[in-house]
């Protein structure tokens, strides 16, 4: 890809973006300064690359590319421009710090998410440090003291982040359905007939299943031609394959209170429909969409697919425990090191946990620890003010520092930091947070009013 084919991409996706900044709150020119920061940062060559498209985006944007999707997948998606912009900012907090290569070459290589999350933490701490220490990146070397460091009155604060993400049971079988969906959607298009597909599993997606269950469909739609329905049962994988109808089985699913919830009560784990638009390819369909085209999307294909999920591969709780346990051992403490923060990042809903039993948990092990300020465990969401912000879990401060009624001040003002201040722009929310979810209604609103009346018109 040559540099201007480069710039093209990059100004098509600012002028998209641009088009909704006054919705995000966005002041003039902040959307063309952070694709420039990340143009400096991660380099041109690393931005062509995503560009060029020479890796598949996996179909739920699982592992390590983010940023792929955020920027190939376009600027038409509130999130992805909001995504994008935020990690801008907070690489531009740390423009200075000597360390930041080691974290950018970190987070463009195979660990996206824990960097962005070390850097997010850290972000933090310096926004509400004040006049009480300073914060800086660590490099990343065997050597180093913690993820990033606080020089606080009485000493260094070595910071260890750690993510709770899924085991790799549970992110495994989400990585091989979107994999299962590509292949079955490359096989519908070549029979170029509208085709219902149904695959139970009689066990749990593995890559076993995951190879028998291929091979079965490849079979099913061999014979879709002579005998139209039919259906293949290798290794405990059944397909099922027929012609899409009117009759056929309906989506089951529906997105409710922000989650994704089966309406009757089916036995699918997940189910997908495929569509075709007319346009020549994803800029055109995406340019004609906000010019006000409703595109009447021609489904080629609908697959449903079930298996046995299983429990989770591990108890929240002890994971907790163990992460830790492990992150106290870890962090180096000696000579000027005042203690150790250590901010867990968790894939769980923090309204779901029990709070009493994590209590317990976290306690205790401060408790056993005479060099532990504190534990954050941070969860990162969606806010009604269009942006992402993190729901903290904070422990007890640890008894070795109680009587440093400063630091404890400290570490309220990291709790309370996202609820108040725009991460992005670091500044108060201009609305209170009932104000801004009311914006948000009516932006639904008056979105789902301009679609009634573009059916009015077809």
Known sequence: ???????????????????????????????????????TLLGEDYLRQIFEG????????LREQELERWLRGGANVDDHVIQ????????????????????????KQSSFWPSQFELAMALRA????????EVKL?????????????NWQQGMIACECARLAFGEEEEEQYRLLGDLYRYVEKHIKKAKQRCCLKIRVGG?????????????????FSRLASIGRNSVEIDNAHVELELLTETSERIPFRYIDGRVQDICGTEWVAAQSLCYVNASDDDEAAARYRSGEVFVGEEYGRVFVAWNRGRPDFDPYDRIRSKIKKKRHQTKIGAGVYGRIIFLESQWNLDLIKRDRLSEIVNHELDESR????VFIAQRCASVHYRRWYKFFRSKIGPSYERDASL???????????????????????????????????????????????????
């Open 1 to 39: 890809m040559r540099r201007d084919s480069l710039d093209h991409h990059l100004y098509h996706w600012i002028s998209v973006a641009n088009e909704r900044a006054d919705r995000y709150g966005f002041p003039p020119g902040l959307i063309e300064e952070s694709l420039q920061r990340l143009k």
């Open 54 to 61: 020479t890796v598949d985006l996996h179909l739920l944007g």
């Open 84 to 107: 994008v912009i935020d990690l801008a900012s907070t690489l531009s907090e740390f423009a200075t710090d000597p360390s930041l290569a080691d974290k950018v070459d970190r987070l």
């Open 126 to 133: 310096k926004r509400v440090i004040g006049n009480d220490g």
């Open 138 to 150: 660590s490099p990343e070397t065997n050597s180093a003291a913690g993820d990033f460091l606080i």
């Open 204 to 220: 749990p997606l593995v890559p076993t299943s995951f190879t028998a269950t291929t091979r079965a469909a490849k079979t099913a």
């Open 371 to 374: 060099n532990t300020v504190a």
């Open 408 to 458: 404890n001040c400290f570490l309220n003002r990291l709790v309370w930091y996202d609820r108040d201040f725009d991460a992005i722009l670091n500044r108060r929310y201009s609305r209170t947070w009932e104000e801004a979810a009311e914006l948000v209604k009516q932006h639904e609103a008056d979105s789902d009013e301009l679609t009634r009346r573009r059916e009015q018109d077809l």
